[in-house]
């Protein structure tokens, strides 16, 4: 069923887990999530890199789309590493409710303009927002403890940042990386603890590929609600394409097939790291919400609710049906 990244994170918050979210970039990465989550009983979300978006357009989209309102687990859909406005458009058009707008390239103060339009922009098209400040780096490329430090995000300005911004989620840079670490990571759990304490938003971590264990759990404590995973899926891929070539008469169903389950065997142990295996239970759909919302703006309106009440009642059946099959 297809879920709202907002409702999948709060819920994950307040009940001790996380998310995780896997870049995608064609039908096989997309079978793959979806066929981890449903095995599993999890939610999980579908996230698409612009540089996927510009490639697969709208059907890629649709297909993800599509994809998460036939699973019987909670999917979203999230558009991720938004960096310019032309970026977040394509998405919002596609019909992506969920997106990062991703000013950390830039200055603190132009991130926050950057941020804060197209967080009215999204708002404006019924999306949600995560954001970030502080830069990842992509690779450790010889950094000081110093220059990290000036990078990571400040709590201090992550407060000044969300009340200005009205963002729906925080991406922070504690010392995680994007790619691989090359080295043991440190990542700076007394700031992750002073960031979660001083704001009420989910928070999400990028890089968590190669995270040890003890690290994952740490972060969902300090309550990080979202994990990206890109680099390990996207090497299991290209591990199975590599293995075909030198085979005599490669079959190309044959191959498709093996990438996804190369990447489902990832994304299973990632979620069962982050903690949400078997909690689809607890998640609505967008369609549940909307219903629940409709019903509120009726009891505030209609003096005859209880005839209402009996009218939508086998709707919500149907609607609860879905969410605990």
């Not at 998460?68 to 310019?84: E, K, N």
Request: aromatic share 6%; charged share 20%.
């Amino acid at each position: 069923m297809l879920a709202s990244t907002s409702e999948l994170l709060n819920t994950a918050l307040r009940n001790g887990y996380a998310i995780g979210a896997f870049n995608v970039y064609n039908l096989e990465g997309v079978k793959a999530v979806i066929k981890a989550a449903e095995a599993l009983h999890s939610p999980a979300i579908l996230q698409l890199h612009p540089s996927a978006l510009l490639y697969g357009k709208s059907p890629l989209v649709a297909l993800c789309l599509q994809a998460a309102r036939t699973s019987f687990v909670p999917i979203a859909v999230h558009l991720d590493h938004g960096t310019s406005e032309k970026d977040i458009h394509i998405g919002l058009a596609a019909g992506i409710k969920s997106i990062m707008a991703d000013g950390s390239p830039l200055p603190y103060e132009q991130n926050l303009i950057f941020s804060r339009e197209m967080t009215k922009l999204a708002h404006a098209n019924g999306a949600v927002v995560e954001a970030e400040i502080g830069r990842i780096s992509g690779r450790e490329e010889g950094l000081t403890i110093d220059e990290k430090a000036a990078r990571m995000t400040d709590p201090v300005a992550a407060v000044e940042f969300i009340k200005e911004t009205k963002v729906d989620f925080l991406a922070v840079t504690i010392g995680n990386v994007h790619g691989k670490y090359f080295s043991e990571p440190k990542l700076d759990f007394p700031r992750l603890e002073k960031i979660r304490a001083a704001v009420s938003v989910p928070l999400v971590m990028h890089g968590a590929s190669g995270l040890p264990e003890s690290m994952i759990h740490q972060c969902i404590e300090f309550g990080v609600s979202k994990f990206n995973v890109n680099t390990e899926i996207r090497e299991a891929y290209m591990d199975v394409l590599k293995s075909s070539i030198s085979e005599a008469h490669p079959d190309l169903l044959e191959i498709m097939e093996k990438a996804i389950d190369a990447m489902r065997w990832v994304i299973s142990d990632k979620l069962q790291l982050f903690g949400s295996v078997g909690k689809s239970y607890l998640h609505h759909s967008v369609e549940t919400d909307e219903l629940t919302a409709k019903s509120t703006r009726n009891k505030q309106t209609s003096r005859n609710q209880s005839s209402f009440d009996q009218r939508l009642k086998p709707v919500y059946s149907e609607a609860l049906s879905l969410v605990l099959k």
